[in-house]
């Protein structure tokens, strides 16, 4: 049902759902190796709080974000027209809710990419590969050059990982385990308010079902990670990755597909 879904909307994907509290999982190819383009954000946002947990750095600093030489992007402080001084935690609250991709590098050159992955390593999660930063990433966009953008598609050489070791990425989020208590509180709290409701979300659109994600997209991929909770406290991660022959910027039917998707995971999980 899972693989007939996405096939009904042009696209092939690997999706992984888990039961945080009993591990209970389903998947589709769930150790397939993606690339995950924005969903190395989530990533970020747990190194950056685990070096404030450390001493190593104060989130309440402020920086900087220039106009001239910033990662472009299509929200945020991307698109300011003035040069802003905003704190590391809202900028990193930038990078999470509305995908700032201008955030997200004055993060990273806050905490550093080899600092992210030995962070994963010290989670036990080495296969989460954040190799560069989202202008390195995204500069391929700015080509006309094929195999530029083939070097963005292509796991081994972009950030990228597989959707079982991005479920436990959120599953340690969410008990606790990622960084301290609190640090984890507030990185629920940034997942919980991201403002697209058109992939993972459309699935449950119920008001008593909280949805927490992050999205990822690239030329011909659409993605989204994230947690489900029910009111009668069952929470489960969920990640739908996939991919279509269109480079088409807007593709509805796919974008749904993950919500539906990730809704069929979870109920099998739920019986």
Known sequence: MIEATLRAAGARGWVHALDIDSGAQ????????VAIASLAKVALLVALHRRADAGALDLRTPCTVPVEGRTLGFTGVSLFADEATISLRDLALLMITVSDNAAAD???EAV???VVQAELRALGLPGIAV??????????LMLDDEPARARMLDPERSNSATPRELTALLRAIWRDEAAAPESCAAMRRMLSLQVWPHRLASGFPSDDVRVSGKTGTLPTMRHEIGVVEYPDGGRYAVAVLTQTASTAATQPRADAAIGAVARLAIERLRG
């Open 131 to 140: 190799r560069e930063t989202l202008a390195e990433s995204y500069a391929a």
């Open 112 to 114: 550093g990419v080899d």
């Open 26 to 33: 389903v998947g589709l190819d769930p150790d397939h190796r």
């Open 106 to 108: 004055v993060v990273f």
